[in-house]
């Protein structure tokens, strides 16, 4: 077979099989619930695409390498992606094995993943990394971890941050400074803090020009496409629709897009939309979307590169206490404009 260039990745058998990645993870793990032609076909991919396979496998059970757990439950794929990526690359680049999971079924599935792998810490994201039976486990197992977007970085050891309450600020005050008034707003899933940060900067950019968050404005929204779908046909439907949409993030805002094309409503001379994150989708639909770039990958990175230096500094008995904030920017694209006439 052919040497490729660089060594094939989780991602890309994910990729080319047409599975996600959770699923590639449960069959190299040789975990149950999932499908025999589903398994066959993920080992086929593997073995095409050169995926070391066995010695993964014979790696994670034996516990000869240092296992890094990466903690998930999200909705949006793109999140899982750039996540995973920063977390992968971060890893490979310390000699350690990160074994991604999906734990849906909170502390239960944590506690599942300490038993089966006994990794040597964990990366945990939202809303994971807000769950306090999580916490106080991983603190009772005394094993480093690192909180992503936790909703209170000062109250933690460790954590990478971004500013998500001026992230939606400024691009709130960008729509603002273009001269829409009535902006509507997709919030996230309750669960995660990082919709109520969000919220918190669209509000506090109205209240900078004077005005109150008009309810008839706001849809609740749960970071999927799906739900995105729905809160903007609800907004687009009403009698005097908004002028632009903030929908906070891009899997959503794309939704939005989407149920504007269906409505013939013109993005963005008749409709501004921006979301949150800056996700590949951002660029690929069109118009591209304005949005708030969020170096999701380079947190994921960031995260491991800290957790790695907490496992140093617990063998020689040091404390560590860390709180990283990245930057986010505002990308400006094709799906703003000033509004119309009124």
């Known amino acids: 077979m052919t040497q490729t ?35 066959l076909a993920v080992l086929e991919v593997a073995e095409k695409l050169n995926y070391k396979l066995n010695q993964a496998a014979r790696t994670l059970r034996g516990g000869s390498a ?39 079924d909170g502390v239960e599935g944590v ?27 991983l603190e009772s197992q005394h094993i480093s971890y690192v909180l992503v977007a936790p909703s209170d970085p000062n109250a933690v050891r460790l954590s990478v941050n971004i500013d998500d309450v001026a992230a939606a600020r400024e691009i709130t005050e960008y729509l603002l400074n273009l001269g829409h008034r009535r902006i509507g707003y997709i919030r996230g899933h309750p669960d995660h803090s990082a919709s109520g940060k969000r919220y918190q900067g669209y509000c506090e950019a109205l209240a900078k020009y004077g005005l109150e968050p008009d309810e008839d404005l706001i849809r609740q929204g749960f970071f999927d496409y799906s739900s995105g779908l729905q809160a903007a046909e609800s907004l687009l439907d009403m009698e005097i629709p908004p002028t632009a ?41 069109s118009p591209q979307l304005t949005t708030v ?35 986010h920017s505002v990308i400006e694209r094709d799906s703003a404009a000033p509004p119309l006439a009124q």
């Open 245 to 285: 949409i903030f929908a906070s993030n891009d899997d959503m805002a794309a939704a939005t897009i989407a149920a504007a094309y269906r409505r013939h409503i013109d993005v963005p001379q008749q409709l501004s939309i921006v979301g949150f994150d800056d996700a590949p989708i951002a660029a690929i639909i």
């Open 5 to 39: 260039s660089r060594r094939s990745t989780m991602v890309d058998v994910a990729r080319e099989a047409g599975v996600s990645l959770k699923t590639v993870s449960r069959v190299l793990n040789e975990e149950n619930y999932v499908r025999e032609e589903t398994r």
């Open 66 to 104: 240092q296992i890094v757990a990466l903690l998930v439950d999200n909705p949006s794929p793109s999140y899982l992606e750039n996540v995973h990526l920063g977390a992968l690359k971060q890893c490979h680049d310390l000699s350690m094995q990160l074994v991604l999971d999906e734990c849906s």
């Open 111 to 137: 506690r599942r993943i300490l038993q089966t792998l006994s990794p040597v810490g964990l990366i945990v994201t939202p809303p994971l990394c807000d769950n306090p039976e999580v916490i106080d486990l």
């Open 293 to 327: 770039r969020q170096p999701i990958s380079e947190l994921a990175a960031r995260a491991v590169s800290l957790l790695s230096d907490n496992i140093s500094r617990r063998l020689t008995g040091e404390k560590d206490e860390n709180t990283i904030f990245l930057d």
